[in-house]
């Protein structure tokens, strides 16, 4: 950790977050962001330094994910509450679909990393595209393996074809430049995070932006049972300003109560769709479909409406159960991840 406490502000306190704490809690709490959560505490970092802070009974760990600020009272070194969170990455647990699995929360950039190789799968990006669109964090979308690729420009190509306007880059992520790439979104208080395969180059990039040796994903941690579990996830300083918070290997990605989400990254569908005799039309053998005339004249890829269609038949099964207060919440965030954020343009 840096030598000297890193200020509310290095941190990416903001007056969002200010304008949460009432006189009395700004008076008498310390805010301090989440860097690691373990089984019944926390360690938190802020202006007084690191802390590893005790959780009250009502406010289980699950309920929270590194990345969250919260108020703790010095006093008792207790947290005393989470602050509402700007964006999250979030999926559904295994077993019971209705859970949501929080993952990181307060990100400002997630780097969604495939490779110019086998690996790179449209449906597999378009995925996690819909899970930066649900959580409200505004995705990078990072090729590594360049130098393996006689000509990566065909990927970014591809890229391009489903998430126009996207920052998109291709790179070698073991070439000396690449930390600079990346940092230009890790400026001072800024947070981001990596998601991608095994083997894309996770821990590759995420060791050249911090300078430390990181494996993204592979930390796993014994339980009192002698079980492994995937839990503890890191906050990592990025040298010159930002933050790298550890996302754990994913394997399954489960969506649901994510349609919003899911219509948003296929803008194209959502589009063509606004003509649909059908409010509720599935682009399938539906009379008046506006969607299949947009096919049928070139507009929309179909093999993106055939993707569109299993996402959303996936995530139907497990929405029917999700409580309407969680759908409204969730509704939010899309809304919020449909602002415009300033990005400057792709490049190659
Ligand atoms: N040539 C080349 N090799 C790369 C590149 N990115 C990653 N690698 C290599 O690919 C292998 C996997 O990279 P990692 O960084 O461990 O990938 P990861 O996504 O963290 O994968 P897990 O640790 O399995 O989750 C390593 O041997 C890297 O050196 C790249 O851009 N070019
Ligand atoms: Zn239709």
Redesign the pocket.
């Known amino acids: 950790m840096t030598a000297q406490p890193p200020s509310l502000i290095d941190m990416g306190w903001g007056d969002d977050l200010a304008a949460h704490l009432s006189t009395d809690e700004a008076a008498r709490l310390h805010p301090a962001r989440v860097i690691g959560v373990n089984r019944d505490r926390i360690d938190a970092l802020g202006p007084q330094g690191a802390v590893t802070l005790f959780l009250p009974p009502d406010l289980p760990a699950g309920e929270l994910a590194v990345g969250d600020w919260i108020v703790y009272a010095p006093e008792t070194q207790r947290v005393e509450r989470v602050l509402p969170r700007r964006s999250r990455i979030f999926r559904r647990a295994a077993g019971d679909g209705t859970r949501e699995q929080l993952i990181v929360a307060n990100v400002d950039t997630l780097f969604i990393?495939s490779?110019c190789t086998l690996e790179f799968n449209e449906a597999r990006i378009e995925r996690y595209l819909v899970l930066a669109n649900a959580g409200g964090v505004p995705p990078v979308l990072v090729l590594?393996?360049?130098?393996?690729c006689p000509d990566p420009r065909r990927y970014l190509d591809r890229l391009a074809a489903i998430a126009p306007g996207v920052p998109a880059m291709a790179?070698?992520?073991?070439?000396p430049d690449v930390a600079g790439r990346l940092r230009e979104w890790c400026g001072p208080g800024q947070t981001v995070a990596f998601i991608?395969?095994?083997?894309?180059?996770?821990?590759?990039?995420a060791s050249a932006l911090t300078g430390l040796r990181i494996?993204?994903?592979?930390v796993r941690e014994e339980d009192m049972r002698g079980r492994h579990t995937t839990t503890a996830r890191r906050m990592y300083p990025v040298p010159g300003g930002g933050w790298l918070i550890d996302t754990p290997?994913m394997r399954e990605i489960r969506l649901g109560g994510m349609a919003q989400a899911i219509d948003a990254t296929f803008p194209e569908i959502l589009q063509a769709a606004r003509n649909c005799h059908f409010s509720d039309c599935m682009h399938g053998p539906e009379p008046g479909c506006a969607v299949q005339e947009a096919v049928a004249s070139g507009q929309v890829d179909p093999a993106r409406l055939e993707r569109w269609r299993k996402l959303r038949e996936e995530d139907a099964e497990v929405a029917k159960s999700v409580p309407p207060r969680i759908r409204r919440e969730r509704a939010e965030s899309t809304k919020r991840a449909a602002r415009p954020t300033p990005r400057r343009p792709r490049s190659g």
């Not at 590594?144 to 393996?148: I, L, P």
């Not at 991608?196 to 990039?205: A, D, E, F, I, R």
């Open positions: 990393v490779s590594t393996k360049a130098d393996m790179v070698n992520a073991k070439a991608g395969m095994s083997g894309v180059g996770k821990s590759t990039l494996e993204i994903g592979a290997g």
